[in-house]
């Protein structure tokens, strides 16, 4: 909805697709029907109500976030038609070369691959993107990171984690929609290709969200704070709990 905003906004027409990114026959026959511009991709399976669910519905997980990702990538690469993919970040984890509270000197960087297979919807995303790197001329991969909305919609990372009877107090790059949105058009529009660290500066903490959610919306609202250990099994945010901060270093790969 807001994608759709912004561009009509901008005064450009937008067409959403009916066909399944599966599907590949029906994709390029609606591709060649629209004859688009340019192409925006923000589909993919997460799971509902959390993560969890993919480790039990991995066949449905493959056909969106790999298949239909690569034949929507391949079918625009073979029309030289410019795609811009929303992924995700949530594929890396702090390690010996990327430390915790390391700074932005080891932080990673667009340049690195993921390093993160503590989940299967993380897992599909890593291998994913290792594959789409072939297409980097016609293609944008957009590492979205815990996504925060201007508004308390059920899929606002804020929103999510203000349900959990337990978080893990640990900082994580983020990615405020109002601010990168606009960003992700502009980079569609000159066509600028490449994979992108696609967050905020710097790295702030569950707790530190938390905080501010109770200043500023419920001034009632408390949380507990577990260890990685007890939130794994105790909490649908296991799957997110030991990764990464992206690198305030905007660095692009053409």
Not at 1 to 18: F, N, P, Q, R
Not at 21 to 34: G, S
């Amino acid at each position: 909805g807001m994608l759709i905003e912004l561009i009509k906004a901008a005064g450009d027409e937008v067409v959403l697709g009916d066909a399944r990114l599966e599907n590949r026959e029906a994709v390029a026959a609606e591709i060649d029907a629209v004859k688009p511009t340019r192409v925006l991709n923000a589909a993919g399976v997460t799971g509902r109500p959390n993560v969890d669910w993919c480790e039990f519905n991995k066949q449905t997980v493959i056909r969106t976030n790999i298949i239909g990702c690569l034949n929507l990538a391949d079918l625009c690469w073979q029309r030289q038609l410019h795609c811009t993919l929303y992924a995700t970040g949530c594929i890396f984890e702090y390690d010996d070369a990327h430390p915790l509270g390391g700074g932005v000197s080891t932080a990673f960087t667009e340049e690195d691959r993921a390093n993160f297979t503590g989940s299967y919807y993380s897992l599909t995303k890593g291998f994913c993107e290792e594959m789409l790197r072939a297409y980097l001329d016609h293609l944008t991969v957009l590492r979205v990171r815990m996504p925060i909305s201007d508004d308390l919609s059920p899929r606002n990372f804020i929103t999510k984690i203000s349900k959990y009877e337990k978080v893990v107090n640990i900082p994580n790059s983020m990615t405020v929609l109002h601010d990168l949105l606009p960003a992700s058009l502009a980079l569609s529009k000159r066509k600028l290709s490449g994979i992108y660290n696609f967050c905020n500066p710097g790295a702030i903490s569950h707790n530190e969200c938390l905080e501010l959610y109770k200043k500023h919306v419920d001034t009632s609202f408390t949380w507990k704070n577990c260890t990685s250990g007890c939130q794994r099994g105790a909490s649908p945010v296991a799957s997110t709990m030991r990764r990464w901060s992206c690198s305030e270093r905007r660095r692009r790969r053409r």
